[in-house]
């Protein structure tokens, strides 16, 4: 299925997009699932936000951050709360399904490889090279996700790097993080609308 928009039209520009059919949706999440080696969430940003444009910078913002919210893994929240958001609970499903479906049977298929070479040592090192590429791709995801914060010049960028520094450098739990900066950004928020 071709791109709605061309890559030269940006939302900046006004180009309204359609919302995404099912069979879009679904396309769209098999194809990220298949994409993404290390992580699937910067090729579901890139195909939500930069591709087909179904959201801006902050609305895939503001939905990664219930995704982030809510139990599970981040992709699959995510996944499901665009397919309900624009397909109601169908498209939850089908996002889910395109997803999840791919990576089970490809890493049903490598474990049981895995279990019958994985003492071989070449192996090994493709699985070290693999998780540096991983580790990339996490910090370019989330260079492009703090692009929208920094431009706002508010206190949004004050939390975040509160965030930062009570889990990655003072190493404190991430649920009492939360529970001391959900409520302090909430706030803020509520108190700047």
Do not use: H
Request: charged share 10%; hydrophobic share 55%.
């Amino acid at each position: 299925m071709p791109d709605p928009t061309p890559d030269s039209v940006s939302p900046a520009q006004g180009a309204a997009v359609a919302p995404p059919t099912l069979s879009a949706i679904f396309l769209a999440f098999v194809n990220t699932s298949l994409s993404g080696f290390g992580g699937a969430m910067p090729w579901v940003r890139r195909t939500i936000v930069e591709r087909r444009r179904w959201m801006t910078p902050q609305e895939f913002n503001e939905v990664f951050s219930l995704a982030q919210f809510i139990p599970g893994p981040n992709a699959l929240n995510l996944a499901i709360v665009f397919g309900a958001r624009f397909r109601g609970p169908v498209g939850a499903i089908v996002a889910f399904c395109g997803l999840m479906g791919p990576p089970l049977v490809i890493v049903i298929v490598l474990a049981a490889l895995y279990d019958r070479y994985g003492d071989i040592d070449v192996l090994n090192r493709i699985l070290t090279g693999v998780s540096a590429a991983a580790v990339g791709l996490i910090i370019a995801f989330v260079a492009k996700m703090i692009q929208p914060l920094l431009k706002r010049r508010d206190w949004t960028v004050a939390v975040a790097l509160a965030g930062f520094v009570g889990v990655a450098i003072i190493q404190w739990p991430l649920p009492i993080v939360f529970v001391v900066l959900a409520p302090i950004s909430i706030g803020l928020a509520w108190f700047k609308r």
